[in-house]
Every structure is written in structure tokens, then in C-alpha cells.
């Protein structure tokens, strides 16, 4: 039940990476990697998710060009320098409303904006700072919020994971108010094993000031998909009673696993909005358990 591609998410794939690759090389060898990475679609024996795609065209345009590893590097410093500065902030209004953990849900859904691969060119630092203005107005399903409290005070491990740099301070925040209200939760936070477009990295869990125990995918994996993922990842997932799992690539390759995950993001991309049924930039919080039973 993975959200796979479609015309639709074709079309948009491989729209941003024929942009992206005009940046680099003579245009023989732009028409020799379009050629390539059109193969790898083409080639797929199953239906494919764009996490996947995506992290064998990252690859493929690496080598080719010879980019460096983490090619999104400096945005990443930027998006998590950005949160971080306002963190203080962030952090007096959450407290200040009567429920802290909704109100940092609330802001770590917001920070799903932060990606740039989904919202490539158009990715704005102005705009999020008129969208953190707004943040606490942010309309998200209370049914699935109730479910979602309910099974924290029953279960015991929460794994946490994340989506891009930047986000992931504003996932600090939300797992910080969780352990407060929740105090014997076991929290530990999942993010990438190496560079995925620009999300988060152990490095940038670190920056952001993850209080908890980080272990990563195993894979350059911009989600989590069984034949990519470590062992580690593995029974990290399998072993959660909550899962929280941030953005498009984890709700895309996850939906349909049957375990109790909870899936926050922003819809960004037309696909979703299909999937969804929901407009663009729509924030969402949604349980797979609910989707998969109806």
C-alpha cells in the first residue's frame, strides 16, 4: 500500500532533476545522464517509490559528475542555523499553551517545509518565518491527536523518525514536551545513514541538540524501505509501540506496514494530493492503522 509513482509523480521527478542537472557538465553529458536516469525508472521490476528513484539518481548524477557526497550541505547548515536562532522563541510559546504537546506537533509539522528536493526553487525562509507566526493555528486531525496520547501512555518505546535538517530542531522540541508529559517513554530518533537530498544526518542531529539516543537507516535513503535499510533499523522499527515518522519519503515508503505509526508532514506535491485528497501545503497528521483498516 506504498505510495508509488505515477505519470503524475513521474512527471515531477523528473522535471527537478533535469533542472537540477543543468547546473553541471556540457549539455552531452546532461543528455547522457537524462538517458540514465530515465533507464533506472524504466529498468524498476516493481511498482517504485520515489525515495528509492531518488536515491539511485542521486547516485548515478553523483558518480557521473563527479559531486561531492553531501551535495546539499550548506543548505542544510543554513536550515538548521535558521530554527536554531529562533529556538528560544519556539520554545517560550510552546510552553506557554495549555497543551505543550500539541503545540510542538504543531511546529514540527510546520518544519516538514524545510525540503528542499519537494519544493526545490520555490523554498523560502521568508515565507516560513510568516508561516512560524502562524504556526499555532495550525488545524490537525484531534481524533488521531486523542489516539496518539492514548497510545504513548500505553506503550513504552517511541522511535522518532526524521526527515530533513532544519526539521529535525523542531522535532527536538516536540520529543522534549513528549518525554515531559510522558516521562517513561524510551525515545530514540532515526535519521538517515548517509546523504539523502538535504535530510537530516547524525551531524545534524547533534547540531540540532538531540537529547536522545540517534541511530541512523543504514542506507543513503530519503525514507524507510526493507531491502535498503540496516538490521538495526530493522528491529528499531519493529520493536517501537509509536512510531513517528516525518515527511513525504517515510510516509510514502511506510503506509501499509501495519505497525502503530503516526505520520506527520506537509502535502508538497501533487501525488500527495491525490493520494490524500487534501490541497497543496496542507498539514497533515494521520495513524497508519487508521488508513489501513479503513
Not at 14 to 30: E, L, M, N, P, S
Request: negative net charge.
Amino acid at each position: 500500500m506504498s505510495i508509488y509513482m505515477n505519470n503524475v509523480c513521474a512527471e515531477c521527478f523528473y522535471k527537478r532533476w533535469f533542472r537540477t542537472i543543468r547546473a553541471f557538465g556540457t549539455d552531452q553529458q546532461q543528455t547522457e545522464i537524462t538517458k540514465e536516469i530515465m533507464n533506472l525508472f524504466s529498468q524498476r521490476q516493481t511498482p517504485v517509490t520515489s525515495a528509492e528513484l531518488g536515491m539511485l539518481t542521486a547516485q548515478a548524477v553523483q558518480e557521473f559528475f563527479g559531486l561531492p557526497e553531501d551535495r546539499l550541505k550548506e543548505e542544510k547548515e543554513l536550515s538548521n542555523r535558521f530554527v536554531l536562532e529562533r529556538l528560544p522563541e519556539v520554545i517560550a510559546r510552546v510552553e506557554k499553551q495549555k497543551d505543550p504537546v500539541f503545540a510542538a506537533l504543531q511546529f514540527a509539522v510546520l518544519g516538514n517545509y524545510l525540503d528542499f528536493s519537494a519544493l526545490q526553487g520555490k523554498l523560502s525562509f521568508a515565507d516560513l518565518e510568516k508561516m512560524l507566526d502562524e504556526a499555532l493555528e495550525m488545524d490537525l486531525s484531534m481524533d488521531t491527536y486523542s489516539r496518539f496520547c492514548d497510545d504513548l501512555k500505553k506503550g513504552t518505546k517511541l522511535l522518532y523518525i526524521t526527515d530533513n535538517a532544519g526539521e529535525i530542531v523542531f522535532d527536538r522540541v516536540l520529543a522534549q514536551q513528549l518525554k515531559k508529559a510522558y516521562p517513561h517513554l524510551e525515545i530514540t530518533f532515526m535519521v538517515r545513514g548517509a546523504p539523502a537530498s538535504n535530510d537530516a544526518l547524525r551531524e545534524d542531529a547533534a547540531v540540532a541538540g538531540i537529547e536522545f539516543p540517534v541511530i541512523d537507516n543504514g542506507a543513503p535513503l530519503g525514507g524507510v524501505l526493507d531491502q535498503f535499510i540496516s538490521d538495526d533499523a530493522k528491529k528499531a522499527i519493529e520493536n517501537a509501540d509509536v512510531i513517528i515518522a516525518k515527511g513525504m519519503g517515510n510516509t510514502e515508503s511506510m503506509l501499509g506496514c501495519g505497525l502503530n505509526a503516526y505520520y506527520a508532514f506537509l502535502v508538497k506535491c501533487a501525488r500527495f494530493e491525490q493520494a490524500f485528497q487534501k490541497p497543496l501545503m496542507t498539514p497533515m497528521f494521520v495513524r497508519e492503522l487508521s488508513i489501513v483498516n479503513g
